[in-house]
């Protein structure tokens, strides 16, 4: 059974850091491009960042950029992202997703996807 669990997710005020994990099992893992998007209420879904599995190239989203940094360890078959310096703007929930070829932009590509994470940040 494929399964991503994301986790970290909680409340945060400005200024503050949290790290989310997504633990993925039942595919190969080291063979998928993982990224993280975001969706807040009345808001339609957006990429965060993504991590590939060929070299670990990474991306953001220019709203989070120097912010934000996502990583992953393919021995734990986990990709984690850092998010430092969070704003009210970031408020959302989060979810990890994989796709079998590349860092697509459009969510549709993505083959699976994790639950979800609230994370809120309070002003």
């Known amino acids: 059974e494929v399964q991503l669990v994301e986790s970290g997710g909680g409340l945060v005020q400005a200024g503050g850091s949290l790290r989310l994990s997504c633990a993925a099992s039942g595919f190969t893992f080291d063979d998928y491009a993982i990224a993280w998007f975001r969706q807040a209420p009345g808001k339609e879904r957006e990429g965060v960042s993504c991590?590939?599995?060929?070299?670990?190239?990474?991306y953001y989203a220019d709203s989070v950029k120097g912010r934000f940094t996502i990583s992953r360890d393919n021995a734990k078959n986990t990709v984690y992202l850092q998010m430092n310096s969070l704003k009210p703007e970031d408020t959302a929930v989060y979810y990890c997703?994989?796709?079998?070829?590349?860092?697509?932009?459009?969510?549709?590509?993505?083959?699976?996807w994790g639950q979800g994470t609230q994370v809120t940040v309070s002003s």
């Open positions: 997703a994989a796709d079998p070829v590349w860092c697509s932009g459009y969510g549709s590509d993505y083959d699976y």
């Open positions: 991590i590939s599995s060929s070299d670990g190239s990474t």
